[in-house]
């Protein structure tokens, strides 16, 4: 009982505004032209569900979201072990680092269209130099951070470096990569969505501007609110996963903790 009342609790503040936005479209305070009522925007959606017109650029922005995280990953994980446990490495990056990182992310959009063009090759590389820097430094401070009395443990046990960075400073940088990684996540699907806005032939993006500008106004609520949905969702599963990831931590940690004792 307790628990079916937050859920719902959770979910009043979104059925408040979705009333509010109803009476303020239906009694005209807002144009219903340009302010169309929720169950308007629900038909428009439905029906564009129904053509498999929105399957098709959810499909598109996902894989450019994907694919941008995925290699985000790949590029900020190491580097930021790397920056962690090597000064000369954190030395020698810190003026290139310090350059690139507040160049907003939608800056070089321009950039890649001249590169690779208007198509997914371009969303994605954008989501991914959108997506690293996120996962770059929470690494790093994890990586820095690495409870010095286990790594000086795992040497005295006999480990070797690489035993010693893989099994016990890695591990415990954990929790800050999963919180990079979440963050990384919103901002994927941000800069995505952005760069099928500038110069998408497809996605999500690209179908809200395509809605605008060609009046259909419902729709255009439709994809945003789809936008707004996709990221919940995203999230969502995010925080599960980082949930077990954390479990199992946790149980490493006191494991190694044990065997420092």
């Given at each position: 009982?307790?628990?079916?009342?937050?859920?719902?609790?959770?979910?009043?503040?979104?059925?408040?505004?979705?009333?509010?936005?109803?009476?303020?479209?239906?009694?005209?305070?807002?144009?219903?032209?340009?302010?169309?009522?929720?169950?308007?925007?629900?038909?428009?959606?439905?029906?564009?569900?129904?053509?498999?017109?929105?399957?098709?650029?959810?499909?598109?922005?996902?894989?450019?979201?994907?694919?941008?995280?995925?290699?985000?990953?790949?590029?900020?994980?190491?580097?930021?072990?790397?920056?962690?446990?090597?000064?000369?490495?954190?030395?020698?990056s810190a003026v290139l680092i310090e350059m690139l990182r507040p160049i907003p992310s939608v800056a070089i959009i321009p950039v890649a269209i001249l590169l690779l063009g208007?198509?997914?090759?371009?969303?994605?590389?954008?989501?991914?130099?959108?997506?690293?820097?996120?996962?770059?430094?929470?690494?790093?401070?994890?990586?820095?951070?690495?409870?010095?009395?286990?790594?000086?443990?795992?040497?005295?046990?006999?480990?070797?470096?690489?035993?010693?960075?893989?099994?016990?400073?890695?591990?415990?940088?954990?929790?800050?990569?999963?919180?990079?990684?979440?963050?990384?996540?919103?901002?994927?699907?941000?800069?995505?969505?952005?760069?099928?806005?500038?110069?998408?032939?497809?996605?999500?993006?690209?179908?809200?501007?395509?809605?605008?500008?060609?009046?259909?106004?419902?729709?255009?609520?439709?994809?945003?609110?789809?936008?707004?949905?996709?990221?919940?969702?995203?999230?969502?599963?995010?925080?599960?996963?980082?949930?077990?990831?954390?479990?199992?931590?946790?149980?490493?940690?006191?494991?190694?903790?044990?065997?420092?004792?």
């Open positions: 009982m307790r628990s079916e009342r937050r859920g719902f609790d959770r979910w009043a503040s979104v059925l408040g505004a979705v009333a509010v936005w109803e009476v303020v479209s239906q009694t005209g305070i807002l144009h219903p032209a340009f302010f169309p009522p929720p169950s308007r925007v629900l038909l428009a959606l439905v029906r564009e569900l129904e053509t498999g017109e929105i399957p098709r650029h959810i499909w598109i922005t996902l894989t450019a979201y994907a694919r941008g995280l995925a290699l985000a990953l790949a590029i900020g994980v190491p580097w930021g072990v790397l920056l962690g446990r090597i000064r000369l490495v954190r030395r020698a208007i198509g997914e090759e371009m969303r994605f590389a954008v989501a991914c130099y959108a997506a690293v820097w996120p996962l770059l430094f929470n690494t790093m401070y994890g990586v820095y951070n690495a409870d010095p009395v286990l790594v000086d443990s795992a040497r005295i046990f006999g480990f070797a470096r690489w035993e010693v960075l893989l099994r016990v400073v890695v591990p415990s940088a954990l929790p800050f990569i999963t919180t990079g990684m979440r963050v990384s996540s919103a901002v994927a699907l941000i800069v995505t969505v952005t760069a099928e806005m500038v110069a998408g032939t497809g996605g999500l993006g690209f179908y809200v501007k395509a809605t605008e500008l060609g009046g259909r106004i419902p729709e255009m609520y439709g994809g945003i609110l789809l936008l707004g949905t996709l990221g919940y969702l995203l999230n969502h599963l995010l925080r599960a996963a980082e949930g077990r990831a954390l479990r199992w931590y946790r149980g490493a940690m006191g494991r190694a903790e044990e065997g420092a004792g």
